[in-house]
């Protein structure tokens, strides 16, 4: 169905200290996939975390 509600938040204080390299780390002997603005997607952090989420939605279709 339509989005009926959607929420941001934006932490003031949350910045990685340092960015792991790639776009997500994607484990598939243990089936997992750990994404987010600490990882080198490119962008700005919001914009890093999208990339990394879709980067990561790849890595998963790839284990499927």
Known sequence: GPVRKAVFHRWK???PVDVFPGPCAAFPD?????????????G????AAHLSGLAAA????GML
């Not at 790849?58 to 279709?61: F, G, L, S, T």
């Open 13 to 15: 204080y949350a910045r």
């Open 30 to 42: 243990r089936r997992l996939v750990v994404a987010g603005d600490g990882f080198a997607a490119g």
């Open 44 to 47: 700005e952090l919001a914009e």
């Open 58 to 61: 790849d890595a998963v279709a």
